[in-house]
T-cell receptor, first 117, second 116 residues
């Protein structure tokens, strides 16, 4: 099956710094990638939709200047949390969708745990 | 707006017994996909079962089956012969078709405990 990786799996940073999270589709070309945020014992909240070569589309309430998303290639999307603060601490999950792997499912990455001190 | 509701925050089942998890959703679309995902403590999302809205036949995947009632916008998951490894958080999800956005919308989740 299709594999999606995320790096890093866990990151701790100081308040005010920026953190970049990578999402890679390892064996297929991901036309679209999605970024989710999950608080402890809560559901996944869609943050943004990213199409290769285009600007990301952000969900209502998500600050696009704070959560920078880049989808420069068909196998890589990055989420940069700028000027991170403790309230940005969360679990971030990406998912990828590509025509080659079918049109009826997406593949999720293993997630990245961000802790901002 | 698409919303997905799981009214059971927690459920428990005896090992080898059957349990049903509830899910309702709201949408104005006529065609879409529905999914159940399992999230174990590792937090990796694992696809359990999926259903295309245009199919009337309920999806089945080994011990997992769904009861899809399109008119009622209901999509419940039945787990038969429950096993200890089934213990996890279960999320019901609704997904738009690729030509209408492709986004997933998740329910609030049901935490399933399997009692030995």
């Amino acid at each position: 099956g299709a594999v999606v990786s995320q790096h890093p799996s866990w990151v701790i940073c100081k308040s005010g710094t920026s953190v970049k999270i990578e999402c890679r589709s390892l064996d297929f070309q991901a036309t679209t990638m999605f970024w989710y945020r999950q608080f402890p014992k809560q559901s996944l909240m869609l943050m943004a939709t990213s199409n290769e070569g285009s600007k990301a589309t952000y969900e209502q309430g998500v600050e696009k200047d704070k959560f920078l998303i880049n989808h420069a290639s068909l196998t890589l999307s990055t989420l940069t949390v700028t000027s991170a603060h403790p309230e940005d601490s969360s679990f971030y999950i990406c998912s990828a969708w590509g025509l080659l792997v079918g049109t009826d499912t997406q593949y999720f990455g293993p997630g990245t745990r961000l802790t901002v001190l | 707006a698409q919303t997905v509701t799981q009214s059971q925050p927690e459920m428990s089942v005896q090992e080898a017994e059957t349990v049903t998890l509830s899910c309702t959703y709201d949408t104005s679309e006529s065609d879409y996909y529905l999914f159940w995902y399992k999230q174990p403590p590792s937090r990796q999302m694992i696809l359990v079962i999926r259903q295309e809205a245009y199919k009337q036949q309920n999806a089945t995947e080994n011990r997992f089956s769904v009861n899809f009632q399109k008119a009622a916008k209901s999509f419940s998951l039945k787990i038969s012969d429950s096993q200890l490894g089934d213990a996890a958080m279960y999320f019901c999800a609704y997904r738009l078709l690729p030509n209408t956005g492709n986004q997933f919308y998740f329910g609030t989740g049901t935490s399933l405990t399997v009692i030995p």
